[in-house]
Nanobody, 115 residues
Framework: QVQLVESGGGLVQAGGSLTLSCAASGSGAGIRAMGWYYQAPGKQRELVAS???????NYADSVKGRFTISRDNAKNTVYLQMNNLQREDTAVYYC?????????WGQGTQVTVSS
């Protein structure tokens, strides 16, 4: 089992920045990838960014150039630096960890961008 604890969400004005963190505990060894999804009201959950244990990253087109994902393998922690936030980035952000053919999910953290 992997437990994920997220932090760093909140309210920010358009153009501002936030950093999300997600720490994995429990059976953290062997996590192959970590990342973030977001889910806006009335919409499906979508991938924001992911990073493998080897450092390969992947981003949604809508966040390329604005968001940066990074990972500390020793701490089993993933970070999402979000710059130039826009109103359409408002959503609940969920951390995930992929291990042993399973996805584990955090509880979600709200990010709200005001104009």
């Amino acid at each position: 089992q992997v437990q994920l604890v997220e932090s760093g969400g909140g309210l920010v004005q358009a153009g501002g920045s936030l950093t999300l963190s997600c720490a994995a505990s429990g059976s953290g060894a062997g996590i192959r990838a970590m990342g973030w999804y977001y889910q806006a009201p009335g919409k499906q959950r979508e991938l924001v960014a992911s990073i493998t244990s080897g450092g390969t990253t992947n981003y949604a087109d809508s966040v390329k150039g604005r968001f940066t994902i990074s990972r500390d393998n020793a701490k089993n922690t993933v970070y999402l630096q979000m710059n130039n936030l826009q109103r359409e980035d408002t959503a609940v952000y969920y951390c995930y960890a992929y291990k042993g053919w399973m996805n584990y999910w955090g509880q979600g953290t709200q990010v709200t961008v005001s104009s």
